[in-house]
């Protein structure tokens, strides 16, 4: 893949409908200044419906997308390749374009796994993960990658996680599928990770025990705190705000979109990432 040409300019944007609440264009504005890059970056209302005319119209010009939910499954049969989080988790949430071919990638799972670290989390043995679409499955893997050994998915409709076991299975996770309303009565937890649309209201209210023993993540970020944040710090519990895995998975797309790899790393990328950071402060 190629990787950065400072002076080339480029276009990116993040999609999704509603996007008009993205913090992405601060973040990714905010990298691209720091790397001196003089590239474009903006958030577009894009629905599933229009996805492929939008991916297929690109010109030249453009270096890449990121992707909000639905889009992170919806993209799949436009992409050429998947990096090796995106084929596990069946989505990506970033699109680079490169010499004619569309390369996707999942961002999401190291955004999580960057977000927790930032907050003292590095490990953990028995996780939860609230929802069941793709977001889920990136949280599945990243538990993983903490080396857990369980994960309890909590979801409305039980058929609804059936997606998420085979993936669990995959990675030497025992899984268990719970029903949404058997959060008021979890425990053995040291980790939650919810993955379910912001200001959802799941109308359980989760256990004494589990908000003494479990960091929640709370993926979404808007509006903050979600519910179920709001009755975790209630109780006294620690949460990781949402905003963190954004970061931190826009870090990992600022190095697809110049360099080609999320897996290297920036020139001087303490100092984009302190940008970023201070972008959404």
């Excluded at 499954?73 to 990096?83: N, R």
């Amino acid at each position: 893949m190629t990787a950065v040409n400072a002076s080339q300019p480029h276009r990116l944007a993040v999609l999704g409908s509603p996007i008009a609440h993205s913090k992405s264009p601060a973040l990714h504005r905010a990298a691209y200044r720091a790397l001196g890059l003089d590239w474009q970056y903006e958030a577009v209302e894009v629905a599933s419906s229009g996805l492929a005319e939008f991916v297929g119209s690109r010109d030249a010009s453009w270096r890449g997308l990121s992707l909000t939910m639905p889009l992170k499954q919806e993209v799949l049969p436009l992409v050429d390749e998947l990096d090796r989080r995106a084929r596990l988790t069946g989505a990506a949430n970033t699109l680079r374009f490169d010499r004619g071919r569309r390369l996707g990638f999942n961002t999401d799972v190291g955004g999580i796994v960057g977000a927790l670290a930032d907050a003292g989390t590095t490990q953990s043995s028995r996780a939860g993960v609230v929802g069941g679409g793709a977001t889920a499955a990136s949280a599945i893997a990243a538990i993983a990658e903490l080396g857990a050994s369980e994960v309890e998915v909590f979801v409305r409709t039980p058929a609804r996680a059936a997606a998420l076991e085979p993936l669990a299975a995959s990675l030497g996770l025992r899984v268990l599928v719970r029903r949404l309303d058997e959060l008021s009565g979890a425990e053995g937890l040291d980790l939650v990770v919810a993955t379910v649309p912001g200001g959802t209201e799941l109308g359980v209210q989760p256990s004494a025990a589990l908000t003494a023993q479990a960091t929640l993540l709370e993926v979404a970020y808007d509006p903050w705190p979600s519910p179920l944040a709001t009755r975790w710090l209630d109780a006294g519990g620690t949460v990781v705000h949402g905003l963190g895995m954004l970061l931190h998975q826009a870090l990992l797309q600022v190095r697809v979109f110049a360099n080609g790899d999320p897996e290297q790393a920036l020139p001087g990328e303490d100092e984009v990432l302190a940008a970023m950071r201070a972008a959404i402060a």
